[in-house]
Antibody, heavy 123, light 107 residues
């Protein structure tokens, strides 16, 4: 079974750093890209960026470029989303999702999704 | 970025009803359009890809159509387990963008 399992919920203070993870199993981790998607409380879905786990090449949405860092460790089939200095406005659910590589005609097809990681930033 | 506009934002229907949601893109996206279902407290799930293709294992009461800028998602006979928020998503260009969602409730 193809599966993405994310790390657990986090409660942080403004200014703190954080890294959350997404571990893939049941498929060749380096054959698909991993995207991160934000869902703020009661709101819709926003694509943040993606990574090619085979070489850690990344694309970011302009809205998130410079605010987060996406990385991966192919040796343990895990992708990461990282903040160096959290803000209250980063409070949200964060999902990872698998997608075919950019040269595929279905590059934007997100399936499956991880279960989500809730990040709460509050003083 | 390509803007995706869904309508309605919310919808109340009875079990057995035919339900239709529309999604309009701000520019031509060919058929690079997917539909997702998100049940409360759960991650989104892919239902329809490339505008009209049913994902494996998804019930046949779900369907999609359209191309260019105008797309439609239909549930032919609403079931209680279909209560969810539905999102369209384009991937003609980076960044992929989602509609604002349609919250479906049982009347």
């Amino acid at each position: 079974e193809v599966q993405l399992v994310q790390s657990g919920a986090e409660v942080k203070k403004p200014g703190e750093s954080l890294r959350i993870s997404c571990k893939g199993s049941g498929y060749s981790f380096t054959s698909y890209w991993i995207s991160w998607v934000r869902q703020m409380p009661g709101k819709g879905l926003e694509w943040m960026g993606r990574i090619d786990p085979s070489d850690s090449y990344t694309n970011y949405s302009p809205s998130f470029q410079g605010h987060v860092t996406i990385s991966a460790d192919k040796s343990i089939s895990t992708a990461y989303l990282q903040w160096s200095s959290l803000k209250a406005s980063d409070t949200a659910m964060y999902y990872c999702a698998r997608s075919p590589p950019p040269y595929s005609s279905s590059w934007g097809l997100f399936d499956p999704w991880g279960q989500g990681t809730l990040v709460t930033v509050s003083s | 970025d390509i803007q995706m506009t869904q309508s309605p934002s919310s919808l109340s229907a009875s079990v057995g009803d035919r339900v239709t949601i529309t999604c309009q893109a701000s520019q031509d996206i060919s058929n690079y359009l997917n539909w997702y279902q998100q049940k409360p407290g759960k991650a989104p799930k892919l239902l329809i890809y490339d505008a009209s293709n049913l994902e494996t294992g998804v019930p046949s009461r779900f369907s999609g159509s359209g191309s260019g800028t105008d797309f439609t998602f239909t549930i032919s006979s609403l079931q209680p387990e279909d209560i969810a928020t539905y999102y369209c998503q384009q991937y003609d260009n980076l960044p992929p963008t989602f509609g604002q969602g349609t919250k479906l409730e049982i009347k």
